[in-house]
């Protein structure tokens, strides 16, 4: 007993474990970083696959700060080549109210004309406000069911006898594609009761043929590497970690996971911001316009 004193302390080698490499060797997502002015070209060119239907109605849905706002702003500046601020952006960075509040449809101009794109941003969808109504009205909002102007009440869920429901929505006043922001310096999923409203929506919402895409926002801001270059975005080990999570979470196949990086303290537009802005729009509409194109058929 007491052996244990008398052991000779060791010399601690201090042999640097070599961190980590926080890139991968190759990006597990191919991106073309000079495809922006055909992207663009594209997108402005771009007819729907349905003439009855006016123009492609996208909602933007996610917690409050997720950059919503942004993201719709983003790509407005991409197409004008400065930076347009219409939908507004709470620079408080999302306090505990949601900054929007009434359904508002924002549509795409790129300067000459307005682009068919429309999209709504929804309020934010907290984990712990009552139970179901926000489930509700995202819900009721994706199917068309919630007039413009409706001003969301976090406690209770649009109803079919108040004045802002359409009981029976057209074509055009339906939304063909929900997209669902996270912010990637946020996403913990650890909230199980966002998780499941997140999956309630998805279900009843794909039942039906409506698509659901991820976009991840602060890319910069969730990893140093991709802060100083937006190029590493897809050689980012922690980036694909994150979008990883949000696929197995949410149940979003990864290729309907785009990440980028909004305006946010730019004053000039940037190609690699445009490029990652506009590819997360191309495959958007395309996905939107797919279910389109399964309507008319
Ligand atoms: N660094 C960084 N900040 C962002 C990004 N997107 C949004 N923000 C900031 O996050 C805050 C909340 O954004 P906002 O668009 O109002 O979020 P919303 O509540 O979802 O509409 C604002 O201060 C934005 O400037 C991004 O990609 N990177
Ligand atoms: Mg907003």
Redesign the pocket.
């Known amino acids: 007993m007491g052996s244990s004193n008398s052991k000779p302390v060791q010399q601690e080698v201090h042999q640097a474990t070599p961190k980590p490499n926080p890139e991968l060797d190759k990006p597990w997502r191919k991106f073309d970083w000079g495809q922006k002015e055909a992207l663009k070209e594209k997108l402005e060119n771009f007819s729907l696959s349905f003439q009855d239907v006016k123009d492609i109605k996208i909602l933007?849905a996610?917690?409050?700060?997720?950059?919503?706002?942004?993201?719709?702003?983003?790509i407005n500046s991409a197409f004008q080549g400065r930076i347009s601020a219409r939908?507004?952006?709470?620079?408080?960075?999302?306090g505990s109210r949601?900054?929007?509040r009434n359904l508002k449809g924002f549509t795409i101009r790129n300067g000459k004309k307005s682009l068919p794109f429309v999209f709504k941003?929804i309020m934010?969808l907290e984990a712990d406000a009552l139970a179901g109504s926000q489930t509700d009205d995202i819900i009721n909002a994706v199917f068309g069911h919630v007039k413009d102007g409706y001003k969301f009440n976090v406690e209770q869920a649009l109803t079919h006898k108040d004045q802002h429901y359409t009981s029976d929505p057209t074509l055009s006043d339906q939304a063909f594609c929900l997209v669902y922001?996270v912010?990637?310096?946020t996403v913990h999923f650890t909230d199980d009761k966002l998780i499941d409203k997140l999956k309630i929506i998805r279900q009843t919402i794909s039942d039906k043929g409506i698509p659901q895409v991820i976009v991840m926002?602060?890319?910069?801001?969730a990893c140093p590497l991709v802060n100083k270059d937006l190029r590493k975005i897809y050689t980012s080990k922690k980036i694909k970690e994150k979008i990883q999570m949000c696929s197995d979470k949410i149940g979003v196949p990864l290729s309907n996971i785009f990440p980028?990086?909004?305006?946010?303290?730019e004053i000039d537009t940037e190609d690699d911001i445009d490029a990652l802005i506009l590819k997360a729009l191309e495959q958007i509409v395309q996905i939107a316009d797919d279910v389109l194109v399964d309507i008319k058929s």
């Open positions: 933007v996610g917690q409050i700060g997720a950059g919503k706002s942004s993201f719709i702003n983003s939908a507004l952006v709470d620079a408080a960075g999302g949601s900054f929007t941003d934010g922001i912010a990637a310096d926002t602060k890319v910069d801001e980028v990086k909004n305006y946010h303290d």
